[in-house]
């Protein structure tokens, strides 16, 4: 296991991060659970994470923000299009630290002009556009 998501709220942030567990919540409180809340008969073999419900077929993702769950039998597409959208914003990074500007790579002048022209243009329409859009 390499880290816990939980739906609700956890405490002890300190000692969690001295063993170095990843914990991913909504928040942390000082006191304990306050009600004990019935468990549904499946509890041991799924979780409700708010609207979604993830059982063992599911695999979690977890960084500073937030978690992402994926059934396991799209693991191969997800890393394929996580690869790409890491390379192109190295890409942008170094592009970057080469003296570029994120606002000169993706044309935001010519944003600006089609934007005058068309006000229903939004800057993600532009960006695909222009090839900048790193999730897609």
Known sequence: M???AIWGLHRDTADVRAIGLPVFSLGSLPTGPLA???RPADALASARMGEWV???GDVV???DDGVVF???RHIEDLLLLAEG???KERRQAERTRGGETLRSQLGF???LANRAENPELSFREHIRRV???VEE
Do not use: L, N, Q, Y
Request: hydrophobic share 40%.
């Open 131 to 133: 090839g900048g859009a």
């Open 61 to 63: 993702f977890g960084d």
């Open 85 to 87: 959208i890491r390379d």
């Open 36 to 38: 004990v809340e019935e």
């Open 2 to 4: 390499g880290g816990v």
């Open 109 to 111: 002048a010519t944003f």
């Open 70 to 72: 994926v059934p396991g």
């Open 54 to 56: 993830v059982d063992s």
